[in-house]
């Protein structure tokens, strides 16, 4: 069996990858609080200044936290808000263990929760109940999103979700499946089954088709339905000229 796609290669990669701001978004996302501004004093380098303004301006737009991914334009207009050149901050020795710390700080300004056990196990559960009423997987995604977002949880990566939502799926699949072997008796399944096999159509077409296509055939004529628009004597419109 294929591996269900929720998103395409686009989407998931816009998914995983920072905003990408305008120049009135970058100002609006990017200025953040004094308490914010306070932090950054004490970091020691101008990596880890700019960088965890950065990844806060990235939480503030999404909710969410991408992978030490960073817009160089993004590099550039923060640094010199806080005294910075650019060409001082690398973003590639800003370390894992600096990036966790970072993530922790903002989490706990924005008053949200990082998406640990217990918040994974919320919302799976919450990804099974929408599962049995909406099979469609990327309308379940987008409601996933819109929860994540109102419990004030950190939204995770696009594999992780797509991952939840597929085991649920499958799940309620073998449920289903589970439900429908144990509710039919042998004379029911074979019943079934002979509708799958495949006959001839009677030369209508060329190949075969399943027996199931074959039930009923609509006829559709181009014929308009003649219609009667005389007015009965007894109608209270009679004898009205039109």
């Not at 991914?69 to 590639?92: L, M, N, T």
């Not at 929408?130 to 469609?136: A, E, G, I, N, S």
């Not at 042998?186 to 074959?214: C, F, H, I, V």
């Not at 055939?217 to 039109?242: A, E, N």
Request: with cysteine; hydrophobic share 40%; aromatic share 10%.
């Amino acid at each position: 069996m294929p591996k269900m796609k929720i998103f395409n290669s686009l989407e998931k990669e816009a998914f995983d990858s920072p905003p990408v701001f305008n120049s009135v978004e970058r100002k609006q996302f990017f200025s953040l609080p004094l308490l914010l501004k306070d932090s950054v004093a004490d970091l020691r380098t101008p990596t880890n200044q700019v960088c965890f303004l950065a990844v806060a301006g990235y939480f503030k737009a999404r909710r969410k936290f991408f992978a030490r991914q960073f817009h160089q334009a993004d590099i550039e207009y923060i640094a010199p808000q806080i005294d910075v050149s650019p060409a001082d901050v690398h973003v590639g020795i800003y370390s894992k263990g600096t990036y966790a710390r970072h993530q922790s700080i903002i989490l706990s300004y924005f008053g949200c929760n990082p998406f640990d056990g217990p918040a994974k196990r919320f919302i799976a559960s919450e990804i099974a109940t929408l599962v049995r009423v909406q099979y469609r997987p990327k309308l379940v995604l987008m409601e996933v999103l819109q929860i994540l977002t109102r419990q004030k949880i950190e939204i995770p990566s696009y594999n992780v979700l797509a991952g939840l939502i597929v085991t649920s799926i499958n799940r309620h699949r073998s449920e289903l499946s589970a439900i429908v072997e144990a509710g039919l008796s042998k004379k029911q399944r074979a019943s079934l089954d002979a509708l799958l096999e495949k006959e001839p159509d009677n030369g209508m077409s060329e190949g075969w088709r399943y027996r199931l296509t074959l039930l009923k055939r609509p006829f559709q004529s181009t014929r308009p339905i003649k219609r009667d628009h005389r007015r009965p004597r007894d109608c209270p419109l009679h004898g009205i000229r039109r």
